[in-house]
T-cell receptor, first 112, second 115 residues
Framework: RKEVEQDPGPFNVPEGATVAFNCTYS??????FFWYRQDCRKEPKLLMS???SGNEDGRFTAQLNRASQYISLLIRDSKLSDSATYLC?????????????FGKGTKLSVKP | DTGVSQNPRHKITKRGQNVTFRCDPI?????LYWYRQTLGQGPEFLTY????????KSRLLSDRFSAERPKGSFSTLEIQRTEQGDSAMYLC?????????????FGPGTRLTVL
């Protein structure tokens, strides 16, 4: 089993749609969880950290289910500018200094 | 702009040549990470420094790869006798603050093409 698995995508949605990305991770000791966004040929950029209680930032909502080792990202009212690859990321171990493990990413294309 | 800079941004080299990349992390932060990203994949961890000490190396880091961080400031990643399989984006990352959550912020990367 891969350490971090994501929906393979791509997701092609119209503007205004709601889109959900799912991710599972294998290491139950992981303590930190993130969603990064990556535009074509650019570096990954932190979109949001994912907290145990779930968290929201504008149109973006992230959820964490530790029992199922499952992370999700919901984008509401999608914009053309949301088109990018979304990377699910997990801190490899239970400490605060471990390296990050990335999923392969899910590509989102938002069309007019 | 995350404050992490990398040079060069692009490097084209012939197979068998040596290349060196540089990363200048967010100032005054003691942790620095190197990752590699190939087409269609997420970034993969290569190595990690705390100050000048290299604390962890991935199995991806073969004998041809070496990384240094003299004086705990900038870091260099050298690849000797490059192979076509080394073609990738090499990313450097630094935590922004002292959060225990370990958010990492990436530089723009160095895109290596080995011909």
């Amino acid at each position: 089993r891969k350490e971090v698995e994501q929906d393979p995508g791509p997701f092609n949605v119209p503007e205004g749609a709601t889109v959900a990305f799912n991710c599972t991770y294998s290491n139950s000791a992981s303590q930190s969880f993130f969603w990064y966004r990556q535009d074509c040929r650019k570096e990954p950029k932190l979109l949001m950290s994912v907290y145990s209680s779930g968290n929201e930032d504008g149109r973006f909502t992230a959820q964490l289910n530790r029992a199922s080792q499952y992370i999700s990202l919901l984008i509401r009212d999608s914009k053309l500018s949301d088109s990018a690859t979304y990377l699910c990321v997990v801190n490899r171990d239970g400490g605060s200094q471990g390296n990050l493990i990335f999923g392969k990413g899910t590509k989102l294309s938002v069309k007019p | 702009d995350t404050g992490v800079s990398q040079n060069p941004r692009h490097k084209i080299t012939k197979r068998g040549q040596n290349v060196t990349f540089r990363c200048d992390p967010i100032s005054e932060h003691n942790r620095l990470y190197w990752y590699r990203q190939t087409l269609g994949q997420g970034p993969e961890f290569l190595t990690y420094f705390q100050n000048e000490a290299q604390l962890e190396k991935s199995r991806l880091l073969s004998d041809r790869f070496s990384a240094e961080r003299p004086k705990g400031s900038f870091s260099t990643l050298e690849i000797q006798r490059t192979e076509q399989g080394d073609s990738a984006m090499y990313l450097c990352a630094s935590p922004l603050g002292r959060s225990s959550y370990n958010e990492q912020f990436f530089g723009p990367g160095t895109r290596l093409t080995v011909l």
